[in-house]
């Protein structure tokens, strides 16, 4: 492997966070993430001493700008610079709108929304100085293809979309590439509220016949941290066995 | 010379150089942009730099109008003493 890179993953104590997190520290990659509680997968990571010069946590509520802004700061002083954003942690309230709380759409937008731009934005401030980096935003099938349920979920996710274009506009003259993936319905705790009507519908749906899972995303992700993307910047790579054209 | 003053100008002369620009001796009525030629992102880089070496960023809760090398000595001095 090339040398090895200092990634940040947010959100990676559960669901596809988690399997990025474990699939870039086994790759060799130095891993550095955060979550609101710690799970039993980070506590097993913070146990293994062969990871402590790689791995970096933290807990904290991602609607918490000032220890977004911290962790970023931290990770940099762990471990001399930051090649990677991976823009994972997200919250979704299922319902319709009409039944939606005030308190449940403002916590969708500090976490989708306004935890995604600082971290950006404390990464880029970081990746400009160095002259390279790579923000990868994951966002969702749902940004462009409307689902019931979901309204403020999926706005939020649209608006990642538009931040990749604008600020992969904004930082490609510096060598920095920011890009999206947007996953379909993947196998992880947030889909676990689906319905066995629901799930049969997803799959009637898609062309390569099932739901996703993290591990499908993962191939993805290697590519666009890869060099041989280094001509790709300001997209959406959509990751759902075609459910979505 | 103000101690502050040489660690601004070292660090807008090392984004000159990094960028294959020259470097010219700063006065404090160059404008940032049309006489030293500092692009938006490249003021960006001078700012966080600049942070990363005095642990200040006057730009963090708003954006001060800083038009001339002198503007930007000054912002980071008064910063410095607050």
């Known amino acids: 492997m090339s040398q090895p890179l200092v990634i940040i993953v947010s959100g990676g104590s559960r669901g596809l966070g ?147 274009r604008s600020l992969a506009r904004e930082l490609g003259s510096r060598g920095i590439r920011v890009n999206a993936v947007a996953p379909g319905f993947l196998e992880t705790d947030m889909s676990e509220g689906l319905s066995d009507s629901q799930r049969e519908q997803i799959i009637r749906r898609t062309p390569l016949g099932r739901i996703g899972d993290a591990s499908d995303i993962g191939p993805c992700i290697d590519f666009l941290l890869s060099p041989g993307a280094d001509f790709i910047t300001g997209q959406v790579i959509t990751v759902d066995g075609g459910a979505s054209v | 010379m103000t101690e502050i003053r040489q660690s601004v100008e070292a660090v807008v002369h090392r984004v000159l150089l990094d960028s294959g620009r020259a470097t010219i001796p700063l006065s404090d009525d160059d404008e940032l942009a049309q006489t030293i030629g500092l692009s938006s992102l490249d003021i960006a880089v001078v700012v966080v730099a600049l942070e990363q070496q005095l642990g200040i960023d006057p730009f963090r809760e708003n954006v001060p109008t800083v038009r001339t090398f002198g503007d930007l000595v000054t912002l980071y001095e008064d910063a410095v003493k607050h």
């Open chain 1, 18 to 164: 988690r399997s990025l997190v474990e699939r870039l520290l086994g790759q060799g990659h130095c891993v550095a993430t955060f979550s609101r509680t710690q799970t039993e997968f980070i506590e097993q990571l913070m146990a293994e001493s062969d990871l402590e010069k790689r791995f970096h946590y933290e807990a904290f509520n991602a609607a918490d700008v000032v220890s977004l802004r911290s962790f970023v700061q931290a990770v940099h002083g762990k471990f001399g610079r930051l090649d990677a954003l991976i823009n994972n942690v997200a919250i979704a309230h299922d319902g319709l709108l009409a039944m939606t709380s005030e308190t449940d759409i403002q916590q969708m937008l500090d976490v989708n929304l306004r935890a995604t731009f600082v971290l950006a934005k404390e990464s880029s401030r970081l990746m400009l100085v160095q002259g390279a980096g790579c923000i990868i935003q994951i966002s969702s099938v749902v940004a462009q293809v409307g689902y019931r349920g979901l309204s403020v979920y999926s706005a939020t996710k649209a608006g990642l979309e538009g931040l990749t």
